[in-house]
């Protein structure tokens, strides 16, 4: 999921509008084994949402979904947390990580394939949507915000996790110095206009931001960690060579070494939490 939102130049960035369905779906799949060993900031970021969930969420919880859920790690979490009579459904757009959910969680759980923006859940079905990011993957945040109002019930929680502008901002000033003007970093959304896509699709919910900050052995550890979580680069500016070996050397080269001597990597998380209006009423055109 790692997607990266450099503050340099436009060019240096791609929409992620450029990546396709079955592009994620595919290199996620391809990902599950070795997903969860490299899944440091994933696993802090859904750490940061259940302690929201325990805030914001006292009343019962009768049906959830973990929208996203790759290899089911979160699932199983909000299944051990939740009464027994809770029931917990992943869904996630790639087979092959809810092939491998399946394989590795209780059978308890349902496991469903399905795309954020067409969730296959009926109108105010839902008590909480908990989501650790996967919303930068989806080219718009507005139809996905939208999907979660409607399947929620009239007072149904969101939780969710995402990633802002200044996501990976070192890496990619590094490779702006090894291979200027060229897309190496997923793009994120800015804040400012993420609050917008709140204000329209689920209004009231609130963004909260933490900037986390990761340390690694250096720039090639990096790149092996995107691609263990099956989150390289994926924008339609990709070209063959983009990777060769001589600018990977040069990035490497470039990249600020911490004063231990590793590296960082800055990310800039962000943390949805919304609430559905419990006077709420369900209408032909969605929820009002
Ligand atoms: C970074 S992983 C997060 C997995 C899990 N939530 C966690 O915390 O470890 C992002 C997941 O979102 C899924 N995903 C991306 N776009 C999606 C979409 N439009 N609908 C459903 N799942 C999607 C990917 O297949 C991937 O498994």
Known sequence: MLDQWPHTSAAATTPATHTTSATIARDFGEASASYDS???LQRHMGH???VRLADATPGDLTDIVDLGCGTGYFTAQ????????TGVTGVDLSPGMIDHARGQRSPAIRWL????????????SLDLVFSNLMIQWCPDPI???????RVLRPGGHLLCSTLLDGTLRELALAWEVADPG????????PELVLK???RRAFPGALLQRETVVLEYPGPAALLAELKALGASFKGQGRRPTMTAPGRIRRMCEVYPRAARGGIEAS???GYIIGRKPANSIQTDSGAR
Do not use: K, M, S, W
Not at 143 to 149: D, G, K, N, T
């Open 182 to 189: 060229q897309p190496h970093i997923n793009r994120f959304e």
């Open 48 to 50: 940061q949402l259940l």
């Open 78 to 85: 909000l299944q051990g947390l939740l009464p027994t009579d």
């Open 196 to 198: 917008e896509a709140l």
């Open 113 to 124: 394939v399905a795309d954020a923006c067409q969730l296959p859940f009926a109108d105010a």
């Open 143 to 149: 139809p996905v915000l939208e999907e979660c109002l």
């Open 267 to 269: 990310y800039a998380a």
């Open 38 to 40: 490299a899944a440091r």
